[in-house]
């Protein structure tokens, strides 16, 4: 397995922005798709690179993708260095707490970022619109194609 994408979503929105990402990055080559729940160490150790999704809450990732982490983070220590990675979060606003937090965790292991954070703005602010089931716009499923499909291809030509 090249590329492995690790999601969780509460609402649909960075299930929809995985799910777009792993459609292309599959045509361009190897890919994985687990949800945050499912991603074990083991699924990490054969992946030669990683995108992960989750939706900010309250400024930060969600509580099921930091489970993911904190479960896979010390049995995976020191046999990952090195690979790449990439960041998408669906977000009311910002994203970049969830996104720095993220990044903390790939500096740890000593991962290297090889694209920009992709942040979806869902601008949902009430809690019904935060609450709410989220549909994406089809430039944004793009935007996360794209991304899906640039790591894959770099994976498979050793540009990472």
Request: proline share 4%; net charge negative.
């Amino acid at each position: 397995m090249a590329l492995l994408i690790v999601w969780h979503s509460r609402t649909g929105a960075a299930q929809a922005m995985a799910r777009a990402a792993f459609e292309e990055a599959r045509a361009a080559g190897p890919c994985h798709m687990l949800a945050a729940a499912e991603a074990r160490p083991e699924d990490l150790i054969a992946a030669q690179g990683y995108l992960f999704c989750c939706p900010e809450n309250l400024g930060t990732m969600t509580g099921a993708m930091k489970e993911f982490f904190d479960c896979a983070y010390y049995p995976v220590l020191g046999l990952i260095e090195g690979r790449p990675y990439a960041t998408m979060i669906a977000a009311g606003s910002d994203g970049s707490g969830a996104g720095r937090q993220i990044d903390r965790i790939a500096t740890g292991w000593r991962l290297r970022r090889v694209a920009e954070p992709l942040v979806i703005c869902t601008k949902a602010q009430s809690p019904a619109d935060i609450l709410a089931a989220k549909e994406l716009s089809a430039h944004d499923l793009q935007l996360c194609r794209d991304l899906g499909q640039a790591i894959s291809v770099g994976l498979d030509l050793g540009v990472f």
